[in-house]
């Protein structure tokens, strides 16, 4: 009689750790590829956004000061309510902007004129997170306020006024300062500073230095140019210095 001895097939106890501690290290590695994809993908997404909002706030700028008008009262519509208001005033911190609304009243008619106020102040722990930005030491940001519409001189004036205030501080113009109605206040984007040029008699000029000094009648007078300068912080997409030169539809090159 033969006897036949028989290997059981199959895997030691060694073998199978060794096979287990593989595909754990293949699925951790496999892990930190899916978690850098999307936090790659996150951050892409954010800067996209971060571009959306801030080309959607310099079309706005650009909005403003192509619906800018300078009022005397030689051509205000009604002189007797508008005169004696600009089109633009910048005085380091807050540009202020009067133009006409682009958003009828509830008749459907035209509802009178805004006054626009855009400047850069610091921000509240709440606008910062709304930003998605730390709460803690909230970042300078680039703001803009908008008074109610009105044709009435006395509520025009006070608005230009009060737009003013939009540069001294966190949150210092709310609706509760134009008290005639409504203001909205939209927080753009974190920036660190700012400047603007005027550009007039085929020159760029500081409005606020002895070359760019304005007479009475200039003052009333929209200049041809605007150079906007913005100084993005070094965590924002896109960095750096931005520039915008806005240039006034009616303008028109006069050669000799």
Same mark, same amino acid.
């Given at each position: 009689?033969? *006897? ?57 700028? &650009? ?6 008008? *300078?009022?005397?009262?030689? *051509? ?69 306020? &908008? ?24 949150? $210092? ?31 760029? *000029?500081?409005?606020? $230095? ?47």
């Amino acid at each position: 009689m033969i *006897s036949r001895t028989y290997r059981q097939a199959g895997f030691t106890l060694i073998e199978v750790l060794v096979a287990l501690l593989a595909m754990a290290m293949m699925a951790g590695l496999s892990w930190r590829g899916i978690d850098g994809l999307l936090r790659a993908r996150e951050a892409s997404l954010g800067r996209v956004d971060q571009m959306a909002v801030m080309q959607t706030a310099l079309m706005q700028w &650009q909005s403003d000061l192509d619906a800018a008008v *300078s009022l005397t009262s030689a *051509s205000a519509a009604n002189a007797n309510q508008t005169t004696g208001l600009s089109g633009l005033s910048w005085d380091g911190r807050v540009m202020r902007i009067l133009r006409r609304a682009s958003v009828p009243d509830t008749q459907g008619a035209d509802a009178g004129l805004w006054v626009v106020s855009w400047t850069m102040r610091g921000l509240t722990p709440d606008e910062a997170e709304r930003l998605g930005l730390p709460r803690q030491n909230p970042p300078l940001g680039w703001v803009r306020t &908008q008074s109610p519409a009105s044709f009435e001189r006395a509520s025009l004036e006070r608005y230009w006024a009060e737009a003013l205030q939009g540069g001294t501080g966190a949150g $210092s113009v709310t609706s509760a300062s134009l008290t005639s109605g409504p203001a909205s206040t939209a927080v753009l984007f974190p920036a660190l500073q700012w400047q603007l040029y005027y550009y007039r008699d085929n020159a760029w *000029s500081n409005p606020l $230095s002895s070359s760019g000094a304005t007479t009475a009648v200039q003052d009333t007078a929209m200049p041809d140019g605007v150079r906007l300068q913005l100084t993005l912080p070094d965590n924002a997409s896109p960095r750096g210095t931005l520039t915008l030169d806005w240039v006034r539809p009616t303008f028109a090159v006069t050669r000799s």
